[in-house]
């Protein structure tokens, strides 16, 4: 038992360690594709790269700030679907308007509340088997 235990145990941290090792290849493969374009993309490239009706947080010249999902994209422009209660309010912005906009993606938390449980659970099993190998004097 203790080698089952020992063998969730390892094979929970590589599981995260892999998905670690994932997202940091990703980012240096981003990083080493924006290095070896010899000029930075425009604001339009950009908004272009984010899909339609992710969650996107745009800041304005005029200080403003927009948060919502991004909508239709057009040479001049694009729009954002602002929830405001039961409605929603279409905004249209130029890119001449526009300081930044980014994508607001939420971090995937999944993975680690998986881990966490799996560590507990093997810390609980460690520790009933060495508390029922005491008691049986092994």
């Known amino acids: 038992m ?5 063998s969730i145990l390892v094979a929970s941290i590589l599981w995260v360690q892999s998905g670690l090792s994932v997202k940091a290849e990703s980012a240096s493969a981003a990083a080493g594709s ?6 930075k993309p425009t604001l ?7 899909p339609t009706g992710a969650q996107v947080e745009v800041r304005l010249l005029n200080k403003e700030r927009l948060r919502g999902r991004l909508g239709e994209i057009s040479d001049e422009g694009f729009t954002v679907q602002i929830a405001q209660g039961s409605r929603i309010e279409i905004h249209k912005v130029a890119f001449s308007e526009v300081k ?7 971090q995937n938390t999944v993975k680690y509340v998986f881990l966490g449980v799996a560590m507990t659970l093997g810390l609980l099993l460690a520790v009933g088997y060495a508390i029922d190998a005491a008691r049986s004097g092994h």
């Not at 924006?34 to 000029?39: G, I, V």
């Not at 339009?44 to 984010?50: H, N, P, S, Y």
């Not at 930044?100 to 939420?106: A, L, M, Q």
């Open 44 to 50: 339009k490239e950009r908004v272009i790269q984010i």
């Open 100 to 106: 930044s906009v980014k994508e607001i993606r939420k």
């Open 34 to 39: 924006q290095a070896s374009r010899s000029q």
């Open 2 to 6: 203790g080698k089952c235990i020992i």
